[in-house]
């Protein structure tokens, strides 16, 4: 079982900077590979990006590869997500999520989610 808590949400304006953070827990969370989310109002779910258990590989989204930067530290149990150039399109719900398995795009591969953190980017 593992348990996640996002953190780091709230309003910023276009062209700024937000890190969101996760905190994982559970006795073999570490072994978890991790994804972020999004979900806009209206919208489906679609991948952030990813990273794996050691934190050695990581994917990301084409429409956030540049200004989005994913990491972890197994010694704190954090996940971390650095925004920036934030964009209004950004806005959305972020969650964070975790498998023992994935590490790819697709939300239904993953067995625990957080309940999400608001980000909010004014034009």
């Known amino acids: 079982q593992v348990q996640l808590v996002e953190s780091g949400g709230g309003l910023v304006q276009a062209g700024g900077s937000l890190r969101l953070s996760c905190a994982f827990s559970g006795r073999t969370a570490r072994l978890y590979g991790m994804g972020w989310f999004r979900q806009a109002p209206g919208k489906e779910r679609e991948f952030v990006g990813s990273?794996?258990?050691?934190?050695?590989?990581?994917r990301s989204a084409d429409s956030v590869k540049g200004r989005f930067t994913i990491s972890r530290d197994n010694v704190k149990n954090m996940v971390y997500l650095q925004m920036n150039s934030l964009k209004p399109e950004d806005t959305a719900v972020y969650y964070c999520?975790?498998?023992?398995?994935?590490?790819?795009?697709?939300?239904?591969?993953?067995?625990?989610w957080g309940q999400g953190t608001k980000v909010t980017v004014s034009s």
């Open positions: 990273i794996s258990a050691s934190g050695g590989s990581t």
């Open positions: 999520a975790a498998d023992l398995l994935a590490t790819g795009p697709r939300s239904l591969d993953y067995a625990y």
